[in-house]
């Protein structure tokens, strides 16, 4: 209503209903596209996309911004802070002011290329789409438009979330010498920087389903999509370690620096900021940034379309049969049917987990974030830079080996965790419900539970003990003895086998099976949990690894401890599940508060 005064209600009745504005068939389709980049069951299992949508926005601008609040006193001294620079000092010397400008450059690279990669599957049609779309009277061309149209706005979207709050700060808080030369680098450089992450994605896509086929492409999605998560929070992480060695790379005209698409884009900035005052290597990166883009968003036009036709040719002829039999998986199930899972309930659950957890896509990218995250940080606390004698020397830490342990495992353990208790997508709860009821009772609970855990902390076992052995190819002279190995497979096992009873401690329900929650889940508190638990999980094994290295003693001492902790929390984790399984379920139309209250209306 257009009206300044309110109306009574019989006069706003005499108006008539409300008719919506005329909108084409195109536009809704590419209303409808864009609405499922956000709506579907990996990035809004509970169904609600706006709020999904406001909490992306915002958590993809915040670090920009909460950067932008943290130069203002870098470069406005103030009494006591930083300390030692008198008020009236100079800006920021030129090469800090440099790597200030690389990491919006960075971040904007790395926020694109990640959320093209979570979306990975829906750059294309399903098979919902040709079932229901192709249907309906509308010519294939417009619904390729409308898909083509929705991922421009999707991309341009992000672009716009990912760096305009850092925008409304940064100018009051660097105070650039001009104004007009510092908004015209900056937003050249981080929206090509992020159109090149996005578009990369699409054409390393389109150029595979095109040369090698739908077939190849479903076998090598999931490793794509590990590798690039991996990469591009790798070189995020990388950033405060590898930012001394910024003006090393640029002064030294380092061939690495060439081939880094970071880099290109920082040459735009100071190009674009500094006019014919900059360094030659600017010039030369900000050239290698546009022709780079270009070629990228020219492969993903010509080769999106050829693989749109492919993808909806096999969709419609269906995938083709493959025999999925392993030689050496009879022999491995009797190995485990003989030791893990002798109960017949046990090795029920225990198929069961195996073999859904890689056919559904929001688990496979569940486990692809949490594992690329895990790594990349693998990563950063193993490797160190220094620069010496103009030289970037590269070293590996023995103290950043031992906190790999507990990173790989909490991280496996947690992804691991995250696909179980996912809502959504519980077709095979029923098999469980029919044979055993539910609530099922105590007994048959723990141990289909029983088998859960057991998967889970077998993979992390294997995992963690991987990576321990892999690391002793790299670790310095003081981690290679037996007694140092010995400690820290001690340390491993034992924080596998405490996290996995940690985390899965509130468990109630076999994985994929579980119901969804009545009360919707804290995105900011689900995170909050990361950063407060993580920390303490990384610093005990380097507190305690020397000590445990230090005699054989000490490593059956960190034993009993380990299977003590593991004793006590088994037996609450017993308590929670009797607690559960005496619990009256709720029928579809009751209200959970007065049930908890034990009254029943």
């Not at 130069?71 to 620079?85: A, E, N, Q, S, T």
């Not at 993903?300 to 693989?307: D, F, G, R, S, V």
Request: glycine fraction near 8%.
């Amino acid at each position: 209503m257009s009206d300044a005064q309110p109306l009574a209600l019989n006069a706003q009745a005499a108006l008539g209903p409300a008719h919506p504005p005329p909108r084409s068939q195109f536009s809704w389709l590419m209303r409808h596209f864009l609405e499922r980049f956000f709506n579907h069951e990996t990035a809004s299992p509970d169904g609600d996309a706006r709020t999904r949508i406001a909490q992306i926005a915002v958590a993809a601008g915040m670090p920009g911004l909460v950067v932008g609040l943290y130069l203002w006193p870098v470069y406005h001294p103030f009494i006591g802070w930083p300390p030692g620079r008198p008020l009236d000092a100079s800006p920021p010397p030129y090469w800090l002011q440099v790597n200030h400008h690389f990491f919006f450059v960075l971040y904007s690279f790395v926020v694109m290329g990640i959320v093209t990669v979570f979306e990975w599957d829906l750059f294309f049609p399903d098979l919902l789409d040709i079932f229901v779309l192709t249907t309906l009277p509308i010519p294939d061309r417009r619904l390729f438009l409308a898909r083509v149209a929705a991922i421009g706005l999707f991309i341009a979207g992000f672009l716009f979330n990912a760096n305009f709050l850092a925008l409304l700060i940064l100018p009051a808080a660097t105070d650039p010498p001009d104004l007009l030369r510092f908004l015209a680098g900056h937003l050249a450089a981080v929206a090509l920087s992020g159109l090149f992450s996005a578009t990369f994605v699409l054409a390393l896509q389109g150029v595979v389903l095109t040369v090698f086929g739908e077939r190849l492409f479903r076998r090598i999605s999931l490793l794509l999509q590990g590798l690039s998560i991996t990469a591009l929070l790798m070189v995020l992480f990388l950033f405060p370690m590898l930012s001394g060695a910024v003006p090393v790379f640029l002064q030294s005209g380092n061939a690495w620096v060439l081939y880094c698409p970071p880099f290109w884009f920082l040459g735009i900035y100071q190009r674009l900021l500094e006019g014919p005052s900059a360094l030659p290597i600017y010039g030369r990166l900000a050239e290698t940034g546009c022709v780079a883009t270009l070629v990228v968003v020219g492969l993903a036009m010509l080769t999106y379309p050829i693989a749109y036709l492919r993808r909806v040719r096999q969709l419609v002829e269906g995938p083709g049969t493959r025999d999925t039999r392993s030689g050496y998986a009879p022999a491995l199930n009797g190995l485990i049917h003989a030791t893990v899972s002798r109960q017949p309930v046990r090795r029920a659950v225990f198929h069961f987990i195996g073999q859904t957890i890689l056919r559904v896509q929001r688990y496979r990218i569940y486990l692809v974030l949490y594992g690329g995250v895990g790594f990349s940080i693998v990563v950063a606390s193993i490797l160190r830079f220094e620069v010496v004698h103009g030289q970037v020397r590269m070293e590996i830490s023995a103290d950043g080996i031992r906190m790999a342990i507990g990173i790989i495992a909490f991280w496996m353990i947690a992804g691991l965790r995250m696909a179980f208790t996912s809502p959504g997508n519980k077709q095979g709860s029923w098999v469980f419900r029919i044979v055993h009821g539910r609530p099922p009772e105590l007994v048959t609970a723990m141990e289909e539970l029983q088998a859960a855990r057991t998967w889970v902390l077998l993979w992390a076992l294997m995992a963690t003990f991987a990576a321990l052995f892999a690391f002793q190819w790299i670790a310095p002279a003081e981690l290679r003895s037996w007694q140092s190995i010995t400690g820290r497979m001690v340390m491993a096992a034992g924080l596998c086998l405490l996290l996995t009873d940690m985390l899965f401690l509130n468990v109630k329900y076999i994985a994929f099976t579980g119901e969804t929650g009545r009360e919707q889940p804290n995105l900011a508190f689900a995170v909050l949990k990361y950063f407060a638990f993580l920390p303490l999980v990384v610093t005990l094994p380097l507190a305690l690894s020397p000590w445990i290295e230090s005699g054989w003693t000490h490593d059956l001492v960190a034993a009993a401890v380990i299977a003590g902790l593991h004793l006590f929390l088994i037996r609450r984790h017993r308590a929670i599940i009797k607690d559960h399984c005496h619990y009256v379920h709720l029928e579809d139309d009751e209200e959970e508060f007065p049930m908890r209250l034990g009254l029943r209306y």
